[in-house]
């Protein structure tokens, strides 16, 4: 069946191509076309600022973190830092009340300096 659908196309096409062809035996010429004219616009180059505003849902979690514990218990007395500040080690971010620290430090030179008994 496809065989003989085959054959008819190559018919029909030989047909068609005979059908075309003038007393001469030479292809018929098609009608040249006339170049139409075409007007283009040019125009300066402009820079605009681009407004797009994109809106999305979602979680941001800094690339590392880390957990303060104090070493010692003590009243905060000065914060130096905010959320979000980037710290390096060893800086003092957090100081403590240090007068009973400093109180016990102080007995335990005079008592050092003190003569025995």
């Known amino acids: 069946m496809t065989y003989l659908k085959l054959s008819s196309a190559i018919l029909s096409s030989l047909l068609i191509a005979v059908a075309c062809q003038g007393e001469s035996g030479q292809e018929s010429e098609a009608p040249t076309r006339q170049p139409r004219n075409i007007n283009v616009e040019a125009s300066q180059v402009s820079y605009e600022t681009d407004t797009t505003r994109i809106e999305a849902v979602g ?4 690339r590392a973190s880390a957990t303060i514990q ?3 218990s003590g009243e905060v007395t000065e914060i130096n830092f905010t ?5 390096e080690k060893g800086e003092v971010l957090v100081r ?3 007068r009973a620290e400093q109180l016990a ?3 335990a030179q005079v008592a050092r300096k003190a003569p025995s008994v």
């Not at 979680?59 to 800094?62: L, M, P, S, V, Y």
């Not at 959320?83 to 710290?87: I, Q, T």
Request: hydrophobic share 35%; charged share 30%; aromatic share 0%.
């Open 59 to 62: 979680t941001a979690r800094a």
């Open 105 to 107: 430090v102080d007995q």
């Open 83 to 87: 959320s979000g500040d980037h710290v």
């Open 96 to 98: 403590l009340e240090s």
């Open 70 to 72: 104090p070493e010692v």
